[in-house]
């Protein structure tokens, strides 16, 4: 490889590419990645070519009188602007925490004969952060909201300027603190206080929320500065936006620095997971299961609480939404968006290659004398309780700090979208995890179940359909009769159980399991 950190992450990403034999596969990830660009300019050029109409009276009417006008509300977009902002910001944090620090192109076992650069895993994690959905869907919202609500004469370019000055500032910023965050938790000492800093933001947040200031606390978040810069841009006062964007891009530059400095530091921390001292716990020797369904499914559950990645997704998954969906007094139309985005993100912690957790024992686990379709409904039933368990815990949050009382219609909704979502998740799942097996450790800090590439498709194509679930229920909310989302559910169930049968009848197919067997043990 080159010496330069630039050379080697052009030859990195190279090798990447040429690793993806299928030319078909190929032609896939370019088109996907064309149409993630297109879907933003598409998005922006909708947005800013919606009609400003009249201003909404406190009854709904217009000035008029006669409702044949649309409605302004770009002042209505525009105060929302911050708080997704301060959203965003704290995703581009959590992502690469819940990383490991960054993402991986190619596994650091892979890569120990290769003097690869500090600089260089910093900039490919980059390079890769798009690959993260809910980090592109917030990108896609925030240019979408701009270029409604805070375009000029001129158009909304110079307000998406100091907008995206800003995404690329919270992403290298973001990265720099999560480097920082996985270095001190390399020992014991920094576990103890990153959890006790954990307890101390989920008390402020109770406090927040019971003293009912949460408006009060946006209003006076950093993120109305790049409100008021985008503002003054549409208005084309380059003495009130210019500075600000070159604040940012300044930001953006020096957070990549240090996120340069501190992953390396990060790096050379030796840690002590795993070492026991003379005074170590004995280890608890669990119960013999009363049959090999639930042998296997313990095996199983205790793969996934083995795995560094796995644990660390699993806790974020579950405090994060549960947290932001009760500080946000969401509607009960809302809500039924909830549990899809959430479900599809747990299925990407390991449900899209579940079979994986096996590793190299998946050839001791199929040679034992046992029903080879309990394999796969214990995987089935792990990936289960990790999205249930999600959406469950999203759905509490959500309801605790609801905008008003349920009404029936709300519930059948929701739980519809809840149940739903779910099956439709975990059948997608163990499809993909016996049609398209990946050989994955997961043991690293930053192991993923599939290649970048793959978990960018599985990404949209979880994403794909579980927020068109959750729009069809979030649009039955506002209907008045409980046939459509109960029809909605049955309908979708059903789809669902068709798909795992689909599913067991090709993993039946002796030829089919070994060789998953043998992708996900030896590669």
């Known amino acids: 490889m080159r010496s330069t950190g630039r050379g080697q992450a052009g030859a990195l990403l190279s090798l990447r590419w040429h690793m993806i034999r299928s030319r078909r596969t190929r032609i896939g990830l370019a088109v996907v990645g064309v149409f993630f660009l297109v879907l933003i300019a598409l998005v922006v050029l909708a947005a800013a070519g919606v009609p400003l109409g009249a201003v909404a009276m406190s009854d709904g009417s217009t000035p008029l009188g006669g409702g044949e006008l649309p409605i302004d509300r770009t002042g209505e977009v525009a105060t929302l602007l911050p708080s997704a902002m301060l959203a965003f910001a704290l995703l581009c944090v959590l992502a690469p925490v819940a990383a490991g620090g960054g993402y991986e192109l190619i596994p650091e076992a892979e890569l120990v004969a290769y003097p690869v650069k500090v600089s260089t895993l910093v900039r490919v994690a980059l390079a890769l952060t798009p690959l993260n959905i809910a980090w592109y869907l917030q990108v896609l919202l ?21 907008v995206l000055s800003y995404v690329l500032a919270c992403t290298t910023v973001g990265q720099a603190i999560g480097w920082a965050i996985v270095g001190v ?14 307890a101390a933001l989920i008390l402020a947040g109770l406090v927040v ?9 946006l209003d006076s978040a950093p993120t109305t500065r790049v409100l008021g810069a985008g503002l003054r841009a549409a208005a084309h006062d380059a003495g009130g936006w210019a500075p600000t964007a070159v604040v940012l891009l300044v930001i953006t530059a020096a957070g990549y620095l240090i996120a340069v400095r ?88 390991f449900g899209v290659n579940a079979l994986s957790l096996d590793g190299s024992g998946a050839l ?16 089935a039933r792990v990936v289960t309780e ?13 309801s605790v700090r609801a905008s008003r009382p349920p009404h029936l219609l709300d519930l ?23 049609t398209r097996p990946h050989r994955a450790e997961l043991r690293g800090p930053r192991d993923t179940p599939a290649p970048p590439g793959a978990m960018a498709v599985y990404s949209a194509r979880l994403a794909g359909v579980t927020t068109s679930v959750g729009i069809a229920f979030s649009l039955a909310t506002f209907g008045r009769s409980l046939v459509i989302p109960l029809v909605l559910t049955a309908g979708l169930l059903t789809w669902a159980t068709v798909s795992w049968r689909r599913t ?20």
Not at 185 to 198: D, H, N, P, Y
Not at 412 to 434: F, P, Y
């Open 142 to 162: 925030l240019s979408g909201a701009t270029a409604y609500s805070l375009r000029g004469p001129g158009g909304p370019g110079l307000p998406l300027v100091v």
């Open 185 to 198: 938790r390399r020992t014991r000492t920094g576990r103890i206080a990153t959890w006790s800093a954990l």
């Open 209 to 217: 929320i019971a003293t009912d200031q949460a408006s009060t606390l």
């Open 262 to 349: 501190v992953a390396a530091w990060s790096l050379r921390q030796p840690g002590d997971l795993g070492i026991d001292g003379p005074r170590g716990r004995p280890i608890r020797r669990r119960s013999l299961a009363s049959d090999d369904l639930r042998a296997l499914t313990r095996i199983d559950r205790a793969s996934v609480w083995r795995s560094p990645p796995l644990r660390r997704g699993l806790l974020v998954l579950g405090v994060l939404p549960m947290g932001v969906a009760a500080l946000a007094g969401l509607p009960w139309s809302s809500i039924a968006l909830l549990p899809p985005l959430v479900g599809s993100g747990a299925a990407l912690l």
């Open 364 to 379: 001791w686990v199929s040679t034992m004398p046992q029903d080879p379709n309990l394999v796969l409904l214990s995987k």
């Open 386 to 398: 990790v999205v249930g368990g999600s959406v469950l815990l999203v759905l509490v949050g959500a």
């Open 412 to 434: 059948v909704c929701t739980l519809g979208a809840c149940v739903s979502c779910v099956a439709l998740v975990v059948a997608t799942c163990m499809h993909l995890s016996v």
């Open 504 to 523: 067991r009848r090709i993993w039946a197919d002796s030829t089919i399991r070994s060789s998953v067997v043998a992708t996900v043990s030896t590669g």
